[in-house]
């Protein structure tokens, strides 16, 4: 058992100070004591990421140029297929473990990798199908971060089974070589203390009603307890494509037709009429929020205020991976929210409440159902899971309490996350990962050769 001294923690029940988490060798944090003597650092419990796609790492920043007609969301995806068609499996392993690092940096200890790179260049499978889902999750070990990896299944172009197109060919499979990757990482990795499968159809537009049937009852016989993660109403034109295709709006058609409950995570949920939001609440479902990404495509603002005030659960996640840190997600979600409703602390939990501390609960609670991981608290039975902030940093000098979560929230200037445990084991010292110089060697390499 290894003993884990903080001058302060957030505990379940509140703050405490001079608290002592002892942890054993599977991870989990065995008993939690506190009026302990000694001990630095403010420890809370790591983030969890609910939708990231690793390999767009090495694009961020690469599409903010005007072209020569409007931009949105759709011109942006022809230009980031263009550049997934070049990447090859050892440049994925090394952008995947740079991005792994900084997540860490950023307050993530676990993150839901949303896969859909699975085969070449023109879409020959590898002779391991599961190869690069296998350097993927080779990055993650090599770094400390907690996965969970969602292959993704992606059979065609768009609504109405269309062909899928040429920048698509890497993502395509059809039910039996989708079931075969999973069925093969489920096998290697069962029991594994840092790695767990699920699937991710990748939207509505992607996978058929019967496609996604039989594919959601053959992974029922694999584990019917696996998270199921899928994009779904994030542009006003698929919500649009999908009343013509399906006679309803996508949130309405996915719970009409599927049961989605606590298992699923409903990513982007951006565009939802008072049905949808009330549905979502009441399912138990995640609504997987990516508020830098969603501006960054110029999405739309999630409806999250309606929605909090329904009980509905959510998650946040860096998607594209242009920003990677947990308190930027937090204050762009809140300050959406602001310049919709003309007010501030809008999703506060109530009069008097801490805005920072609510968000930052939900957020880590609602993260640890969409991954499926027992983390999210600092408690027994647990992960531990632990970002520790350095208290003598300048946004949180002088904060105590849920001051401390505000500050670095919505006055952060800086990083003040100091050390960063995973499973009980520091991944991050003195704001530095071990590996740290090799993996960016690495992922310079990887991207000289891509651009």
């Known amino acids: 058992m290894t003993a884990l001294h903080f001058a302060d923690a957030l505990l379940p029940g509140g703050w405490a100070k001079g608290v002592t988490i002892h942890t054993s060798s599977d991870g989990l944090i065995k008993s939690v004591d506190t009026d302990q003597q000694g001990g630095s650092g403010v420890a809370i419990p790591g983030v969890p990421n609910c939708h990231s796609h690793a390999f767009q790492r090495a ?5 903010e140029r005007a072209g020569p007609t409007d931009d949105n969301f759709w011109t942006w995806r022809e230009l980031m297929y263009r550049f997934a068609g070049r990447i090859g499996p050892d440049e ?73 197109s040429d920048g698509q060919a890497r993502f395509i499979n059809a039910a039996d070589g989708f079931l075969e990757i999973v069925g093969a990482l489920h096998d290697q990795h069962r029991g594994s203390a840092n790695v767990r499968i699920g699937i991710a159809p990748h939207s509505l537009r992607a996978v058929s009603q019967s496609l996604l049937q039989e594919v959601l009852a053959a992974f029922d016989e694999i584990d019917k307890t ?73 999405d739309g603002l999630f409806p999250a205020r309606a929605f909090f005030d329904q009980n509905g659960k959510f998650a946040i996640g860096s998607d ?14 809140e300050y959406g929210q602001r310049l919709i409703h003309h007010g501030r602390n809008i999703l506060a939990d109530g009069p008097s409440a801490s805005t920072g501390a609510g968000l930052y609960d939900r957020a880590t609670k609602g993260g640890a ?50 050390h960063v445990y995973v499973g009980g084991r520091q991944v991050i010292s003195d704001g530095r990962h071990e590996q740290e110089e090799k993996i960016a060697l690495n992922f310079k390499s990887a991207i000289k050769r891509l651009t």
């Open 92 to 164: 994925l392993e090394s952008i995947a473990a740079q991005l792994y690092v900084e997540m860490l940096k950023g307050g993530y200890t676990s993150v839901a990798e949303f896969h859909y790179l699975h085969h070449g260049p023109k879409g020959e499978p590898y002779a391991d199908r599961a190869e690069l889902s296998n350097r993927i999750i080779a990055a993650a070990q090599a770094v400390g971060i907690a996965l969970t990896h969602l292959p993704v299944l992606y059979r065609y172009g768009g609504f109405g089974e269309a062909a899928p």
């Open 226 to 298: 696996a998270p199921i993660h899928i994009h779904i109403a994030e542009q006003t034109s698929e919500v649009e494509d999908c009343l013509i295709s399906c006679g309803a709006r996508p949130i309405a058609w996915l719970m009409d037709h599927f049961d989605v409950g606590d298992r699923w995570c409903l990513i982007h949920a951006t565009h939802m009429d008072d049905r949808e939001v009330t549905a979502l609440a009441n399912s138990g479902a995640v609504a997987g929020i990516c508020p830098t990404t969603e501006a960054n495509l110029g």
């Open 369 to 418: 159902q969409a991954l499926g991981q027992k983390t999210g608290k600092i408690a027994p039975g647990y992960r531990a899971d632990i970002a520790v902030l350095d208290p003598g940093h300048p946004s949180l000098i002088g904060r105590e309490g849920d001051a401390i979560l505000d500050s670095w929230i919505f006055a952060s200037m800086g990083n003040p996350i100091r």
């Open 320 to 333: 594209s991976n242009v920003a990677l840190n947990a308190a930027e997600e937090l204050r762009l979600l």
């Open 59 to 63: 694009m961020a920043g690469l599409t």
